[in-house]
């Protein structure tokens, strides 16, 4: 059992955390990855079955769409890029540099979702980065290309703006002005690059748009709202919960209540939106210390507060591997038994495993185990890692398009594939599962050779050498 400092108290984990284990002992599994990734990217750009549409999810290993937004096609662009950053390949740059020029551009401008970092930072930001790191030739004209994308995305992504009564507000969610999610607080680091780039986005009256004030606005309320810290706003408050997403009301700016668009109950937690937020604070507080004005004392202790406490609950109420069920409040769970106690069991009769959370997870925890000098997370985000870097979640089979098995998109809507004759989908991937899992692994992998750790701000770094 893994003991795990937050803030000032001990926690026991349920995750089998190994304490010995470090970034150089996963190289060798970290390269068998990549050599399994570059053929699944380039069979997945060559596919009849998508005919150009955006892959989401697998059938009988096989990417399809799904309906919903094209909010994973910086993801199937982004793993070409990543797999170049890790091996050099460069059919795989190809694949990523065309996808992006050719296909992107929607994206930058796209005043309907709060997708925005997911979708350009995993094109238009690795591209720069790589660009001015020296990885490829870019013209000062494709600097530019890539750097206006950025600025005019992040400007995009907080026009989606609900105003809240205290003065504050949120990036809403393609749910509408009501709906704040606790996906957006990972996708919202696109404000912090937009800003850091040098742009001021102007409105009404040519009056300024403050990037940093909205950016900080909606990391509070996710924080206050999304996450639960055990203090009684009601009665299944448990410290480190968090609720996918909470109502407003759009009228008067007040908070209503706890809602779910794709876990099981408002009550309940949605493990891939749980690591959403560990992550995505994780990263805010590793950019605090390249950046420490950007945000005031109070915000940095509540991001620690808030990263803490969801990390602790990853830890918590995850079976011993470091997968974990999709929802901690899944009605199958009670027929699985004591299933905190040992590994998941992705081929079980009742509910099915998240592995895109653990992929997402993993990173969160090694992230902040950095930022707070506290070896504990570190190591238990590298054994999760290690975990969903071999079978049964690696896909190992070259005729399977996906890399990490056994993710779900949307249980409670029935969208995840399942075999005929079975109650649980398991085999099949989904892009974000797929991305997350190497960029996981390229940022441990940076690591383990000594090189820069890859973060979402890189190519802002780089323009400040």
Not at 27 to 53: F, N
Not at 136 to 157: H, I
Not at 191 to 200: K, T
């Amino acid at each position: 059992m893994a003991t795990v400092k937050a803030c000032c108290s001990y926690h026991v984990g349920v995750i089998d955390v190994d304490n010995t284990i470090t970034p150089e002992n996963l190289l060798p599994a970290i390269d068998r990855m990549w050599s399994l990734s570059g053929e699944k990217i380039k069979r997945i750009a060559q596919s009849e079955t998508l005919q150009g549409r955006t892959p989401v999810v697998t059938r009988n290993g096989k990417y399809e769409p799904q309906g919903w937004t094209e909010w994973t096609q910086g993801f199937e662009f982004g793993s070409a890029v990543l797999q170049y950053d890790a091996t050099g390949d460069d059919d795989c740059l190809q694949i990523g540099w065309r996808g992006t020029r050719e296909k992107m551009h929607t994206h930058v401008s796209h005043s309907g979702v709060h997708d925005h970092g997911f979708n350009n930072l995993s094109t238009y930001g690795n591209l720069l980065r790589l660009g001015l790191e020296g990885r490829f030739d870019m013209c000062e004209d494709e600097r530019a290309f890539y750097t206006l994308a950025l600025q005019v995305s992040g400007a995009v992504q907080a026009g989606r703006w609900t105003p809240t009564a205290d003065g504050g507000g949120f990036i809403h969610s393609f749910n509408g002005p009501q709906s704040l999610f606790v996906d957006t607080v990972r996708s919202c680091r696109i404000l912090a690059v937009s800003h850091l780039l040098g742009h001021a986005p102007l409105g009404e009256q040519d009056k300024a748009l403050d990037l940093p004030k909205r950016l900080s606005d909606h990391l509070t309320k996710t924080a206050e709202y999304n996450i639960f810290y055990g203090e009684g706003r009601d009665i299944y408050d448990v410290s480190g919960r968090t609720a996918h997403e909470t109502l407003w009301n759009p009228n008067s700016g007040e908070y209503r209540c706890p809602s779910t668009q794709q876990g099981y109950s408002a009550f309940s937690t949605w493990t891939r939106g749980l690591a959403w937020a560990m992550l995505g604070y994780a990263e805010q507080l590793e950019l605090h210390l390249k950046e420490p004005e950007l945000y005031s004392d109070e915000l940095i202790e509540l991001m620690k507060k808030a990263a803490t406490a969801t990390c602790d609950f990853y830890l918590e109420h995850t079976p011993t591997c470091g997968v974990p069920y999709w929802d901690t409040g899944a009605p199958g769970l009670v027929h699985i038994g004591d299933y905190l106690s040992r590994p998941a069991d992705p081929f079980n009769e009742h509910e099915p495993v998240d592995s895109s959370a653990a992929a997402i997870a993993c990173q969160g925890l090694v992230r902040l185990g950095d930022v707070l000098d506290n070896p504990s997370y570190t190591a238990a985000g590298l054994t999760v890692l290690r975990t969903i870097l071999d079978e049964p979640y690696l896909s190992v089979e070259q005729s399977h398009e996906g890399l990490l098995l056994h993710g779900v998109y949307h249980r409670p809507n029935g969208w995840d594939f399942t075999v005929a004759g079975r109650y649980v989908p398991s085999t099949e991937s989904c892009m974000w599962g797929d991305y997350h899992l190497r960029e996981a692994a390229l940022h441990v992998g940076r690591r383990a050779k000594g090189e820069r750790p890859y973060t979402f701000f890189g190519c802002v770094e780089e323009l400040s050498q």
